[in-house]
């Protein structure tokens, strides 16, 4: 009888840690799921803010960028038009390079004046080093020779893309 009771001693106390161990695994496992949790909350919150700063920056310089691409006179066309080389991607500098070779010779040939204003901007951030802004732009365009003027109301989404800590346009698409 000492054998069965001792066996049934040993079952009971076998079984207690046995128990003990399974609570103990499920408090870790809560506490690493917590741990886990608790970084992803972190990084995302780090992650939204970086692309909300992201949105501010590059809407910043996409307003400017707009004026610029928006403001020319006849006579100083090239200067005008020669923030393409540094304040856009290569390819996009090249695109506008070319799309201005026609413009440029009318500027020139009828004495044109164009200023223009950017009404709004949104910034819509894709990722930390890109945003897709809408910006609403009036350009007022005077012909100098004969003084009439009109002004055109765009809808413009430009896309600006970050490259070694720089705002840069990397596509114009009139809306």
Do not use: C, H, K
Not at 119 to 124: I, K, P, Y
């Amino acid at each position: 009888m000492t054998t069965s009771r001792g066996s049934a001693v040993e079952r009971l106390s076998s079984g207690g840690d046995r128990r003990v161990r399974v609570v103990a695994l499920a408090l870790a496992v809560a506490l690493l799921a917590s741990v886990v949790g608790a970084a992803w909350l972190v990084l995302s919150g780090r992650s939204a803010q970086q692309r909300a700063d992201a949105a501010a920056e590059a809407t910043a310089v996409a307003r400017d960028r707009a004026v610029q691409l928006t403001s020319y006179t006849g006579e100083t066309f090239d200067a005008d038009t020669a923030w393409a080389r540094t304040g856009a991607t290569p390819q996009f500098a090249r695109e506008y390079a070319e799309a201005n070779e026609p413009v440029a010779q009318v500027a020139r040939r009828v004495e044109a004046r164009a200023v223009g204003d950017v009404v709004e901007a949104v910034g819509r951030a894709v990722s930390a080093d890109e945003v897709e802004v809408l910006l609403f732009v009036d350009q007022t365009i005077t012909r100098g020779s004969d003084g009439t003027q009109r002004t055109e109301r765009s809808r413009v989404v430009m896309t600006m893309v970050r490259q070694d800590g720089a705002w840069l346009v990397g596509d114009v698409v009139l809306r």
